[in-house]
T-cell receptor, first 113, second 114 residues
Framework: AQSVTQLGSHVSVSEGALVLLRCNYS??????LFWYVQYPNQGLQLLLK??????LVKGINGFEAEFKKSETSFHLTKPSAHMSDAAEYFC???????????FGAGTRLFVKA | EAQVTQNPRYLITVTGKKLTVTCSQN?????MSWYRQDPGLGLRQIYY???????DKGDVPEGYKVSRKEKRNFPLILESPSPNQTSLYFC?????????????FGPGTRLLVL
């Protein structure tokens, strides 16, 4: 069965520092992979998605993620954190049919001034 | 404006009292899904629907029912709510034809079962 693991339930960075949020998936067949962001009291918003095209995926708000099949990873990065990036981030994987979706437990990002 | 709406946004009920949470989308999407979000567990899929009259179980379907009689609506029904169904619920929709498309999420419904 597919699973998605996000390393670190909480990550804290200083404003201007690199953001790195880790996501690993388990599957014999690379699924479709997503990163979502959730701001307080809001629904989820898509940051970026991998659908077997380019392995380096660029998303909104300066975020990007790299799909590494050998490491079964899809880590999210941003070169320079802004205060507005403080939120909870979810990694998700869907099966090849695109219907069943598995989410990671989430990582809450704190940005220090 | 393209959106997914959920009602109610907040609900307090008692054990055993049937309730329905409505979900509606105005994007003509074929695919709709319900999730529950619990601290430390992320989002878990309850049910999904590939189109009208076509539904299937997600990972945590016990205690829930759904129906898809119209394309735009996908209500979540709790026939006999229990305290372990206290959670934050999200509805989502997408149009997967031609590939895996983005899911659009509603604002969430916070449910407390006493």
């Amino acid at each position: 069965a597919q699973s998605v693991t996000q390393l670190g339930s909480h990550v804290s960075v200083s404003e201007g520092a690199l953001v790195l949020l880790r996501c690993n998936y388990s599957s014999s067949v690379p699924p479709y992979l997503f990163w979502y962001v959730q701001y307080p009291n809001q629904g989820l918003q898509l940051l970026l998605k991998y659908t077997s095209a380019a392995t380096l995926v660029k998303g909104i708000n300066g975020f990007e993620a790299e799909f590494k099949k050998s490491e079964t990873s899809f880590h999210l990065t941003k070169p320079s954190a802004h205060m507005s990036d403080a939120a909870e981030y979810f990694c998700a994987a869907t099966d090849t049919g695109g219907f069943k979706t598995i989410f990671g437990a989430g990582t809450r990002l704190f940005v220090k001034a | 404006e393209a959106q997914v709406t959920q009602n109610p946004r907040y609900l307090i009920t008692v054990t055993g009292k049937k309730l329905t949470v409505t979900c509606s989308q105005n994007m003509n999407h074929e695919y709709m899904s319900w999730y529950r979000q619990d601290p430390g567990l992320g989002l878990r899929q309850i049910y999904y629907s590939m189109n009208v009259e076509v539904t299937d179980k997600g990972d945590v379907p016990e205690g829930y029912k759904v129906s898809r009689k119209e394309k735009r609506n996908f209500p979540l029904i709790l026939e006999s709510p229990s305290p372990n169904q206290t959670s934050l619920y999200f509805c989502a929709s997408s149009s997967p034809t031609g590939g895996v498309e983005t899911q659009y999420f509603g604002p969430g419904t916070r449910l407390l079962v006493l």
